[in-house]
C-alpha cells in the first residue's frame, strides 16, 4: 500500500466519527471465502470491512478480522467494522438482543458502524431508538440506514431524536438515486454505495470501458474512482485477492470533469429489481419479519459458541 492509498483516507461523518472511505463487502459470500477475503484485504491495506447478519457470515467476517489484524500487526481500533441488523429482528428489545449476538459473532466488544439493513414499516422507529440506546452507552461508533427512500427517511427525520451517520444505497452508474441524494445533503447524512460496480453489471457499460481504455485502468477502477470523486464512500465485494487489491488502486489518476459528467449521465434512475419486487419493508409480507439469513455450510466451523 503506497501513502497516497485511498485505504487510508477517511470521511468525517455528522457525529465527527471517521470512516474509511472504500472497504471491502461480503454479500453473498460463504464463511470460508469471507474469512479469507477479509484477512487477505486487511493485509492489504484495507481498514473497513462491511457485512451484515442476513449475510449469514459473522462469523467467517469475525474469524478473517482476528487473523487479518494478527498477520498485519494491528489493533481492532485500526479496523472499521459495519454490520446491520436483520428484518426479522426488528424492534427496540430484539435489535438490543441482535446486536450482541452479532457482537459475539465478530468476536468484538463494539462495532464502528450499525445499520438498519432495511426500513421495516411500523418497526423501524423502534429499531431506531434501540440504535439510538446502543450509540449513547458507546457500543457503537456510529448508527446509520439502509435502504431507506425519502419518504422512510424523512419519517425517521420527523420521529427521532439522532440524525442517522449514514445511509447505505444500492448505487452504481445506473443508479444514481439523484433526488435521496439530495435530501442526504441537507440532512448531513453520508452515502455509502452497496454494489457499486452494479453486481458487476455497470462495468460492461460502453462509456466505462471507453474510458477504462482512455485512462488505462480497469472498468472496475473507473467507477470507483468516479464514487470517490463524488465523495461517497463504497464497498465493492470481491472474493480474489488481485482484484480486492487492483478495485483499492484509485488513488494515481483523476478523471476529467467532462468524464465524470459523461458517467453521471448515465443515471437511468433504477434500483434493481431486488427493491421494485421487494416487499420486505411490507410487515404483511412474512419475509419482512422471518428475514432470510442467508445460508451456507460452513457456517458451524465459524460459530462462536
Ligand atoms: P468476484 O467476487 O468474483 O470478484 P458489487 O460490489 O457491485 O456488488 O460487485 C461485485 C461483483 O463484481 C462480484 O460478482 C465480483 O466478483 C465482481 N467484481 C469485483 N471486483 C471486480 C473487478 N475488479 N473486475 C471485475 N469484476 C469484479
Redesign the pocket.
Known sequence: MTKSSVLTQRITLNNGYTMPRLGL?V?KTSNTDAANSVSQAIQHGYRMIDTAKQYGNEPGVGAGIQDGLLKAGLNRQDLFVTTKVLNGDQGYDSTLRAFEASLKQLRLHYVDLYLIHWPVDGKFIDTWRALEELYRNGQVRAIGISNFDQERLTELLDKTAITPMVNQMEF?PLNQEKDLRRLMQLAGIQLEAW??????AA?SQPTITKLAAKYQR?A?QIILRWDYQHNIITI?????VE?IV??SQIADFTLSDEDVAAIDALDQGKRGLWYDDFTWHNPTNPKAFTGDVQAWDDTAKFLQK
Open positions: 463487502g454479500w452504481n454494489s457499486p460496480l452494479g453486481g458487476g462495468l480497469s472496475a465493492p465485494k470481491s472474493t480474489h482484484r487492483a478495485n
